[in-house]
């Protein structure tokens, strides 16, 4: 079983950028796709992007769409979320995903996910 760490969260003014990272273990992630999800106060778990396991295909929510940006680097185990122009909406926490998959496009359902972090915030002051 994969172990997923993620980082980078904070508190950013709107307009401005962060950049998440996952770090995975335990498994050899390039038999891996990966996500990222966020999950709001009171709201459902929402898909943001998804990565298939060579970093080819790359698939974006449509209110992040030209904002985010997914990659990965599979010599490293790592996963990233470069998040620009940042909006008070994008206020959640942030969810990194890994299921053994080699579709060229993976599931955005978060119930098809196997592996999940623990998470982390993202707050956008307006």
């Known amino acids: 079983q994969v172990q997923l760490v993620e980082s980078g969260g904070g508190l950013v003014q709107a307009g401005g950028s962060l950049k998440l990272s996952c770090a995975a273990s335990?498994?050899?992630?390039?038999?891996?796709?990966a996500a990222w999800f966020r999950q709001a106060p009171g709201e459902e778990r929402d898909f943001v992007a998804t990565?298939?396991?060579?970093?080819?295909?790359?698939y974006y929510a449509d209110s992040v769409k030209g904002r985010f940006t997914i990659s990965r680097d599979n010599a490293k185990n790592t996963v990233y979320l470069q998040m620009n122009s940042l909006k008070s909406e994008d206020t959640a926490a942030y969810y990194c995903?890994?299921?053994?998959?080699?579709?060229?496009?993976?599931?955005?359902?978060?119930?098809?996910?196997?592996?999940w972090g623990r998470g982390t915030q993202v707050t956008v002051s307006s």
């Open positions: 995903a890994a299921l053994v998959s080699l579709s060229t496009n993976p599931d955005r359902d978060s119930k098809r996910w196997t592996s």
């Open positions: 335990g498994v050899t992630f390039s038999s891996y796709a």
């Open positions: 990565i298939n396991w060579n970093g080819k295909y790359t």
